[in-house]
């Protein structure tokens, strides 16, 4: 069966409507030319931007977070999980006390991200993301935040072994016991199913089906799934995840996007002007509550990928330029982020 996604850097009534959806940014440090993480902090706060993705919990990057009114998502490196998977909830605490708590006050956190992309391409790790997610949460239950932080697992969408149509999508089988066990969990604690969505990569990997402005979320051609139209590839990404949920009985699940974007050089496309029309589609749609065909009006939280270009990440040339901010702190292209 056809997927478009699979190349990646029930009921609703569970899912709310609610104000805008502030954008969030990530902040990737693989590089050796960035600016100091306090004039990082600087350039964040200067630009409005109220919500960080931290992909490892640094102290050197995350202390100058301190007191600020930025919300964090904060990354549980896939190193860390069997230590964490194999130990108690006494374990976890101290993890989370030395790793994190001890620069940042847990008022600043938003999400802990436990893993980042595991199932399918680091499966060595697979078997531990359950049981840390287990132990972190009832460290933070005892310390009384779980209402206050959520948890939750990056995946790639890759985890969709189909997804076109939408009302097609399936995951992999492979993966589908460890990751029932994150839905169950997910539902359970009223947290979302975190994805990382390239729409770049489906239209390089993919051109004989998807078109450029298709991927740029540019209206033009409309494809009908179960009489819900679909003009961009973006929307249609995001409701394959919510159908394979659906399929496995837990329909009303959050999605929240934690890594899209656009590169701006080092491939096909890859330039500031399509760059600044997909971020710019995407921030639109977040903060005026778009949502997609099957959860209209319902705003998708998205972190755009990435503060700056990171000139030490591995793989295509295109993966070290999806930075939206020079290291000079001025931006590559003109983004409206608010």
Same mark, same amino acid.
């Given at each position: 069966? #056809? ?7 029930? /009921? *609703?009534?569970?899912?709310?409507? =609610? ?6 940014? =990530? ?6 030319? #960035?600016?100091? &993480? ?18 490892? &919990? ?12 930025? @919300? ?10 069997? /230590? ?13 006390? /030395? !790793? ?7 008022? @600043? ?13 680091? &499966? ?13 949460? @009832?460290?933070?239950?005892? #310390?009384?935040?779980? +209402? ?11 985890? #969709? ?15 589908? &016991? ?9 539902? +359970? ?35 009908? $799934?179960?009489?819900?139209?679909? +003009? ?6 995001? +409701? ?18 934690? *890594? ?27 903060? !005026? ?16 990928? $990435?503060?700056? $270009?990171?000139? *030490? ?20 292209? $003109?983004?409206?982020?608010?």
């Amino acid at each position: 069966m #056809l997927n478009l996604f699979i190349i990646i850097p029930g /009921s *609703e009534a569970s899912v709310s409507r =609610c104000v805008a959806v502030p954008i969030g940014i =990530c902040y990737g440090r693989v590089a050796n030319n #960035l600016p100091p &993480p306090t004039t990082a902090v600087n350039i964040i706060t200067t630009n409005g931007i109220s919500r960080i993705r931290l992909f490892n &919990p640094n102290p050197e990057s995350l202390q100058p977070f301190s007191g600020t009114r930025i @919300q964090l998502a904060i990354g549980v490196p896939n190193e860390d999980l069997p /230590s964490i998977a194999a130990g108690t909830t006494t374990t976890a605490h101290n993890w989370l006390q /030395s !790793n994190i708590f001890a620069h940042v006050s847990p008022d @600043q956190i938003r999400y802990l991200i436990v893993g980042n992309e595991v199932f399918l391409k680091e &499966p060595y790790y697979t078997s531990h993301v359950i049981s840390a997610i287990f132990n972190i949460y @009832q460290a933070l239950r005892i #310390l009384n935040l779980t +209402d206050k932080i959520k948890i939750s697992s990056a995946q790639a969408a890759s985890i #969709l072994s189909n997804s076109y149509p939408p009302s097609h999508a399936i995951f992999d089988p492979n993966i589908l &016991p460890d990751l029932t066990r994150l839905l169950q969990f997910l539902h +359970d604690t009223s947290s979302p199913l975190m994805v990382n969505v390239y729409t770049y990569f489906s239209y390089i990997n993919n051109q004989q089906y998807v078109t450029l402005d298709y991927a740029l979320l540019k209206s033009g051609s409309e494809i009908i $799934d179960q009489n819900l139209v679909y +003009d961009n590839l973006f929307d249609m990404t995001i +409701d394959a995840f919510i159908y394979a949920m659906e399929r496995e009985g837990y329909g009303g699940i959050p999605v929240v996007v934690t *890594e899209t974007g656009w590169p701006t050089a080092g491939g096909e496309a890859a330039n500031g002007e399509n760059a600044l029309v997909y971020n710019g589609n995407v921030v639109k749609r977040s903060l !005026n509550n778009v949502g997609t065909p099957k959860r209209p009006g319902i705003g998708v939280e998205v972190f755009l990928f $990435d503060l700056f $270009d990171e000139n *030490e990440k591995m793989g295509n040339e295109f993966e070290k330029h999806f930075g939206i901010f020079g290291i000079n702190g001025v931006k590559a292209y $003109d983004l409206v982020l608010y």
